[in-house]
């Protein structure tokens, strides 16, 4: 990310007004979420990017509060000397009750 003059300054304004607007008596308040970490394996025939689209989506299905994913490990399957799938195992972060 490249800036250019006042633009430094509006960016360390801003993150300096974010940091000075979560201290409290000389401590910083933290989140306090619990976040628990699954393992899934997305697969697509179109790419590894939907393969992980798709893990998402039906992770979302059964389970609430999603936050992030982690690319763990991709691989696929060759069919003719083709690609027949692509897999994806991802991490996925969610928030717990």
């Known amino acids: 990310m490249a800036f250019q003059g006042s633009q430094i300054n509006t960016y360390v304004n801003y993150d300096i007004n974010i940091v000075l607007s979560n201290k409290v008596k000389g401590c910083f308040i933290m989140s306090e979420h619990i976040y628990k970490i699954i393992e899934v394996v997305g ?11 798709q893990a998402v989506a039906k992770s979302g299905k059964s389970l609430r509060n999603l936050d992030w994913f982690e690319v763990v490990e991709t691989r696929g399957h060759i069919v003719d000397a083709k690609v027949a799938h692509f897999q994806v195992k991802i991490k996925i972060g969610f928030r717990l009750d």
Do not use: K
């Not at 697969?43 to 689209?53: N, P």
């Open 43 to 53: 697969s697509s025939t179109v790419s590894s990017d939907d393969a992980i689209r």
